[in-house]
């Protein structure tokens, strides 16, 4: 009873990509598979028109392993460092009569140009794309669906302008940040403190009107496993996380009281045992907390 939503980045986050088809990128290469964290540089030319080819080529075999409305298309983390430099790209820029402002630079509007042709394609195949935040920046594709992950400002400003948005503040939903200040005692993870009472306290709809809010589809959590190894500690990261979120997401706004969910969390604990799931106990940094108080 789920419905799987894949991901195909773009037009960063294409390193090996790039590796094997060198020509889609602004250099030529030759590139080698991304072998460390963090973000490339080299990303997809976005004046080439084979790379135009290449997103609908990689789109239109996704659909058809994927029945799901939904495609998401990436959008984040897209250095513009190559582009800015790149004579395809600049030319693309300049046929366009793109003009960078006060707001964005002509390459943020460049992305955009990426972003809603993939979404023409989909939209022409009966689907709708979905993007991380950075899509806000160079102008919303049409029909986008925003993924909110770098705070909730970028969700706010696209509910306003009457686009869906799926909340997930890395502040309040990224469970590969910390669950203790504590982090000795913690397996070693990416940095954040996301504390279970700070998922709990989540309001996706903050800061927005009823009709604002009824773009809010709801909210997610995510789990960046660069730092996971092994399915224990996912389980670790995520439970009972993932039980706070469930609340903020199912439970309406004014029936939300922390106190009344840790009472009942007890009786989850109790399934999570029973289960063998290797879950965070969820009191105990306020127990370590009473403790070094009394010391």
């Known amino acids: 009873h789920i419905t799987v939503i ?3 980045d773009m037009p960063g986050h294409m390193q090996a990509a790039l590796t094997s088809y060198p020509e889609l990128g602004c250099t030529g290469g030759p590139y080698e598979v991304w072998k460390i964290w963090g973000i490339s540089d080299d990303v997809l030319c976005a004046g080439n028109d084979e790379t135009l080819k290449f997103i609908d080529d990689v789109l239109g075999e996704i659909i058809e392993i994927f029945p799901s409305e939904y495609i998401h298309v990436g959008g ?40 809603t042709h993939a979404e023409k394609f989909l939209n022409d195949k009966g689907r709708q794309i979905i993007g991380w935040d950075e899509i806000l920046e160079g102008g919303l ?7 909110s992950w770098r705070g909730s400002a970028g969700g706010i400003k696209a509910a306003q302008l009457g686009h869906d948005v799926i909340m ?25 403190f996301v504390p279970l009472e ?20 709801g909210t997610q959590a995510n789990l960046w496993t660069e730092y996971i190894p092994t399915s224990e500690q996912v389980e670790y990261m995520v ?4 039980a706070a979120l469930a609340e903020v997401q199912w439970t309406q706004l004014e ?17 999570y045992r029973r289960d063998g799931l290797n879950y965070r106990e969820p009191f105990r940094q306020q127990a370590d907390s009473t403790a070094t108080e009394k010391k």
């Not at 700070?198 to 589809?217: G, M, R, W």
């Not at 439970?239 to 993932?242: F, S």
């Not at 029936?255 to 399934?271: E, Q, W």
Request: glycine share 6%; charged share 25%; hydrophobic share 30%.
């Open 255 to 271: 029936k939300k009281d922390y106190t009344n969910f840790t009472t009942r969390l007890a009786g989850l604990i109790g399934l």
């Open 198 to 217: 700070k998922v709990y306290s989540l309001n996706p709809t903050a800061s927005l009107t009823e009709e604002q809010a009824k773009h809010i589809l």
């Open 239 to 242: 439970l009972p996380r993932m």
């Open 76 to 115: 984040d983390e897209c250095p513009k460092v190559r582009w800015k430099t790149c004579p395809k790209c600049q030319a693309r820029i300049k046929a366009l009569g793109i003009k960078g402002d006060k707001k964005h630079s002509a390459e943020a509007y460049l992305q955009s140009f990426i972003i």
């Open 6 to 8: 894949p991901e195909i």
């Open 168 to 192: 997930t503040p890395n502040d309040y939903c990224y469970f590969d940040y910390y669950q203790s200040e504590d982090t000795r005692h913690e397996p070693f993870a990416i940095g954040g």
């Open 141 to 147: 594709a049409p029909n986008s669906t925003v993924m």
